[in-house]
């Protein structure tokens, strides 16, 4: 028995213990198989981690390759410098909203 | 002569109060004595609102795995404080719902709102807050003072616009420049109009300073310029600003949540937008 977090939850692991929301309604009791629909709605309770029996090690996250020389990517990141210029591009939660901001927009520029 | 808050509110007309449907569902949900079903006959007898509500139970922002085909049943699941929150955004946006405005896109504008809506239910669904409504509802309404002004001084904002980009200025403190009050401010004056909850007020009078709210309002402050800040980053529509406002440390720091959660909480805006524009519009 173990605590994952929802992202690392594979398919066809077992829950251990019920899942509760905040108020302590039971959402999923223990024994059930997990789909990726349950780990849809526990993210929207506001749901982190579950207790599942299984030991499957969770697969590596398959990693995207940014290149950060490509034309679209410094158009990118100069849109948002712009927009960004009134921030304080020093404080981490800052930095962390504008790389998110920066891949989305490429992952946008390059899909038709 | 100087333009207050105020005198816009009075050219706002019909804008400056909320329908009777409200009202008396509000006053309901207030009341200890009123029972569900009473509640629900009132929302009832409003057959648009109540599919619209359906519409949005039955949603996968919930998930709920069988059908909600009841208000009575809506409002045992998710509560009543939390309906009336969401009558709330629905009626306010049905009342703005096609004003032409040559000054701004209201399709963009809306967007901008719910996406900041979306991201303040997010984060307090995160830091499990009893009802995210509340702040779904705070992000829908906190530009709306901006509108008012769009719609009713419309001559003084074209020049706020023209101010913002040719000084390349962040447009709240243009307004304040040209106008003498912001947006924010508006919106907070209009909320007391509608007699809201001091909450609203606040939260959205110090959406752009919440270090300088209120001690009680703190929180919501917090979360709703956080909110503002990641739907900015994330492009999602405009409501005129050109630019992400600058972020206050003290209010991430309340939120208490760590900065690696952006991703989640960006990753489920992304999600779930798209449908919740459909059902709100």
């Known amino acids: 028995m173990k605590f994952i977090k929802l992202k690392d939850i594979l398919p066809g692991m077992i829950l251990a213990k019920d899942v509760k929301d905040l108020s302590g309604r039971v959402l999923l009791i223990a024994g059930n198989r997990l789909s990726e629909n349950h780990t849809k709605i526990f993210r929207s309770w506001g749901i982190t981690e579950v207790c599942t029996e299984s030991e499957v090690a969770p697969k590596d996250p398959e990693k995207k390759l940014i290149d950060t020389e490509s034309p679209e990517y410094k158009k990118a990141e100069k849109e948002l410098q712009e927009l960004f210029r009134y921030t304080d591009m020093n404080n981490p939660v800052v930095k962390e909203m504008f790389q998110l901001s920066l891949e989305r927009k490429i992952l946008k520029m390059s899909s038709p | ?281």
């Open chain 2, 1 to 281: 002569m100087a333009t207050l808050p105020g005198d816009v509110v009075g050219l706002a007309g019909e804008m400056a109060t909320l329908p009777i449907i409200f009202m008396r569902i509000n006053e309901a949900v207030e009341d200890p004595e009123s029972s569900f079903s009473e509640i629900g006959q009132i929302i009832s007898s409003d057959s648009s609102l109540s599919a619209r509500l359906l519409k949005i139970v039955n949603s996968a922002f919930y998930g709920f795995p069988n059908k909600i085909e009841t208000i009575t049943h809506a409002i045992t699941i998710i509560g009543t404080a939390q309906l009336r929150d969401l009558v709330l955004a629905t009626t306010v946006m049905e009342k703005f719902k096609g004003i032409p405005s040559e000054t701004i896109n209201m399709k963009s504008f809306w967007l901008h709102s719910i996406s900041c809506g979306l991201a303040a239910r997010i984060i307090a669904t995160y830091r499990h807050d009893r009802n995210p409504e509340r702040y779904y509802v705070l992000g829908v309404l906190h530009d709306i003072g901006r509108l008012l002004m769009f719609l009713n001084i419309s001559d003084q904002m074209c020049e706020v616009i023209e101010t913002s980009v040719n000084e390349k200025m962040i447009l709240h403190e243009a307004e304040k420049k040209i106008i003498g009050f912001n947006h924010a401010e508006m919106g907070g004056f209009l909320m007391e109009a509608w007699n809201l909850p001091v909450t609203f007020q606040t939260a959205i009078t110090f959406s752009h300073n919440p270090s300088a709210t209120t001690p009680e309002s703190f929180t919501e402050t917090a979360i709703l310029h956080v909110a503002d800040l990641i739907s900015h980053s994330m492009e999602h529509g405009s409501s005129g600003e050109r630019y992400v406002p600058p972020l206050d440390e003290e209010a991430w720091e309340k939120i208490g949540l760590p900065s690696s959660i952006l991703a989640s909480i960006v990753y489920q805006l992304d999600k779930y937008l798209d449908e919740t524009i459909h059902m709100f519009l």
